[in-house]
């Protein structure tokens, strides 16, 4: 934690950036929308430029002042939580819209900026981005990329990271580094993979341990002609996830925007709201829920390849889940705000995975262990099908009043089953921290990198288990 005189020193010198000390002021940034603990920041700094954010790094980096990033504190893995003290640097205030290039198909933002301001922009030309989280309406682009947030994820699209085309990342040191084509003066951004490794990716999913994003390139795509939506209703999750793997084996992700996995425990709470005269018992146990876009001629053709495949299954179409579900939260767009039901029980922790398609079943099976083992909390489990392989979500509600120390130890424990039967972190910040000695080689990697950038570390102490 810093002392009182280094931080006196690091908040003077920034007329141009509006700070905060008073305890009132600072109890927002204490932490994010996770189930982690909360930090207690000694000061909150709001850079308006990366030369800004360059200037306060170098200045905390030798008064050895721990420094955490946060955009709009909608994560849900504790990274932005500023457990070692110091200060949180909030970029929320950057959010200029740099560059829209129509024949380079980029957009150059800067990390401030939020989904939905975006996504404005962009309508009128006829364009749109890849990966748009549930919180789009608050969630910062920086903040997305930082954490690699999955967003709505894409079978098409895949990850939130897929969508990257280069970055704009201030070091410790203050030096202000262009990834990818724009690494080279005068080329701009065009090309992620160019030069020598992918320094994009070291920065995404990095939790701002290693520098901090201030801009972000994403491609462009044009925004579909037509958009539907279909449902597929399978027996059992096996049938399900060999109907899956088949999907992406055959490249039938072309035009699939959205594929979102949902067990019987998510179907019969639906359709019993919807349908109480409907008996549960005869529904479909998982389902599976795409939404097409692009050419009409397309879609149809998309269309009929996926609804004869999942026959080969046992798939059947289940245009209740449809009517009453699916469509309204892809086509109506609820689902900016499906993620705030998450939090109808105050709070809930949520343990992102990636897993292949055919360990559905496994995932499904440590979740309903962790039903059996703490019935005192609801567990949901949300998937989303990628071009290859799934994310899975498993959701914990609780009462944030009474049952926060209860449910800190079922969620370690739901990490611990997790991780030992090879199902992947995703989005680690804190929550994943604790099991990286699953990793220990990429863990030993990670922290050799580490040290080499933030010598000091003074970036997000405590971010990725280093």
Same mark, same amino acid.
């Given at each position: 934690?810093?002392?009182?005189?280094?931080?006196?020193?690091?908040?003077?010198?920034?007329?141009?950036?509006?700070?905060?000390?008073?305890? *009132?002021?600072?109890?927002?940034?204490?932490?994010?929308?996770?189930?982690?603990?909360?930090?207690?920041?000694?000061?909150?700094?709001?850079?308006?430029?990366?030369?800004?954010? !360059?200037? &306060?790094?170098?200045?905390?980096?030798?008064?050895?002042?721990?420094?955490?990033?946060?955009?709009?504190?909608?994560?849900?893995?504790?990274?932005?939580?500023?457990? +070692?003290?110091?200060?949180?640097?909030?970029?929320?205030?950057?959010?200029?819209?740099?560059?829209?290039?129509?024949?380079?198909? &980029?957009?150059?933002?800067?990390?401030?900026?939020?989904?939905?301001? =975006?996504?404005?922009?962009?309508?009128?030309?006829?364009?749109?981005?890849?990966?748009?989280?549930?919180?789009?309406?608050?969630?910062?682009?920086?903040?997305?990329?930082?954490?690699?947030?999955?967003?709505?994820?894409?079978?098409?699209?895949?990850?939130?990271?897929?969508?990257?085309?280069?970055?704009?990342?201030?070091?410790?040191?203050?030096?202000?580094?262009?990834?990818?084509?724009? !690494?080279?003066?005068? +080329?701009?951004?065009?090309?992620?993979?160019?030069?020598?490794?992918? @320094?994009?990716?070291?920065? *995404?999913?990095?939790?701002?341990?290693?520098?901090? &994003?201030?801009?972000?390139?994403?491609?462009?795509?044009?925004?579909?002609?037509?958009?539907?939506?279909?449902? =597929?209703?399978?027996?059992?999750? =096996?049938? +399900?996830?060999? $109907? =899956?793997?088949?999907?992406?084996?055959?490249?039938?992700?072309?035009?699939?925007?959205?594929?979102?996995? /949902?067990?019987?425990?998510?179907?019969? +709470?639906?359709?019993?709201?919807?349908?109480?005269?409907?008996?549960?018992?005869?529904?479909?146990?998982?389902?599976?829920?795409?939404?097409?876009?692009?050419?009409?001629?397309? *879609?149809?053709?998309?269309?009929?390849?996926?609804?004869?495949?999942?026959?080969?299954?046992?798939?059947?179409?289940?245009?209740?889940?449809?009517? *009453? /579900?699916?469509?309204?939260?892809?086509?109506?767009?609820?689902?900016?705000?499906?993620?705030?039901? $998450?939090?109808?029980?105050?709070?809930?922790?949520?343990?992102?995975?990636?897993?292949?398609?055919?360990?559905?079943?496994?995932?499904?099976?440590?979740?309903?262990?962790?039903?059996?083992?703490?019935?005192?909390?609801?567990?949901?489990?949300? @998937?989303?099908?990628?071009?290859?392989?799934?994310?899975?979500?498993?959701?914990?509600? $609780?009462?944030?009043?009474?049952?926060?120390?209860?449910?800190?130890?079922?969620?370690?424990?739901?990490?611990?089953?997790?991780?030992?039967?090879?199902?992947?972190? $995703?989005?680690?910040?804190?929550?994943?921290?604790?099991?990286?000695?699953?990793?220990?080689?990429?863990?030993?990697?990670?922290?050799? &990198?580490?040290?080499?950038?933030?010598?000091?570390?003074?970036?997000?102490?405590?971010?990725?288990?280093?």
């Amino acid at each position: 934690m810093a002392d009182k005189k280094n931080r006196s020193s690091l908040l003077s010198n920034w007329p141009d950036s509006p700070t905060f000390e008073d305890p *009132i002021d600072l109890l927002p940034f204490q932490r994010d929308a996770s189930v982690v603990e909360k930090g207690f920041p000694e000061a909150v700094i709001q850079p308006k430029s990366s030369s800004a954010v !360059g200037e &306060i790094l170098r200045q905390a980096n030798h008064d050895r002042v721990p420094v955490y990033v946060r955009g709009a504190g909608t994560m849900y893995a504790g990274g932005a939580n500023p457990h +070692a003290g110091g200060i949180v640097m909030d970029l929320s205030g950057m959010e200029q819209l740099l560059e829209i290039d129509l024949d380079r198909g &980029i957009v150059v933002v800067e990390a401030g900026t939020k989904f939905v301001a =975006l996504l404005e922009a962009l309508k009128p030309l006829g364009q749109t981005v890849g990966i748009v989280p549930l919180t789009g309406p608050t969630a910062t682009i920086g903040g997305a990329v930082s954490s690699h947030a999955l967003g709505t994820g894409s079978p098409r699209h895949q990850s939130m990271g897929d969508c990257v085309a280069g970055l704009e990342v201030v070091l410790v040191d203050g030096t202000v580094v262009r990834t990818g084509s724009a !690494g080279c003066s005068g +080329a701009g951004f065009f090309q992620r993979y160019c030069i020598g490794p992918d @320094l994009t990716g070291l920065f *995404i999913g990095a939790e701002a341990t290693l520098g901090v &994003i201030t801009a972000v390139c994403l491609w462009l795509y044009p925004l579909p002609e037509s958009r539907e939506t279909l449902c =597929l209703g399978f027996q059992d999750p =096996l049938t +399900a996830s060999k $109907y =899956l793997s088949a999907v992406q084996s055959c490249e039938l992700t072309r035009n699939m925007w959205y594929g979102g996995g /949902y067990e019987s425990g998510a179907i019969n +709470a639906r359709v019993s709201v919807a349908r109480p005269d409907l008996d549960v018992g005869s529904l479909p146990k998982f389902c599976v829920g795409i939404e097409l876009g692009g050419r009409q001629d397309e *879609i149809n053709y998309d269309r009929a390849r996926l609804i004869a495949l999942g026959s080969n299954y046992g798939g059947k179409n289940f245009e209740l889940f449809n009517d *009453i /579900y699916f469509q309204k939260l892809r086509l109506e767009e609820t689902y900016w705000y499906s993620f705030a039901g $998450y939090f109808t029980r105050s709070r809930c922790a949520l343990l992102m995975c990636s897993l292949p398609s055919n360990k559905l079943p496994r995932f499904l099976n440590c979740l309903q262990s962790m039903r059996e083992k703490y019935e005192q909390f609801v567990w949901g489990g949300t @998937l989303v099908i990628c071009r290859r392989g799934l994310h899975g979500g498993v959701v914990t509600f $609780y009462d944030e009043k009474n049952q926060w120390e209860e449910v800190m130890p079922a969620v370690s424990d739901a990490v611990e089953q997790f991780t030992n039967v090879g199902i992947v972190p $995703y989005k680690s910040g804190k929550i994943w921290s604790k099991n990286s000695p699953h990793f220990e080689n990429y863990q030993h990697l990670l922290g050799m &990198i580490k040290k080499g950038v933030d010598p000091r570390g003074i970036l997000s102490p405590g971010n990725l288990g280093i």
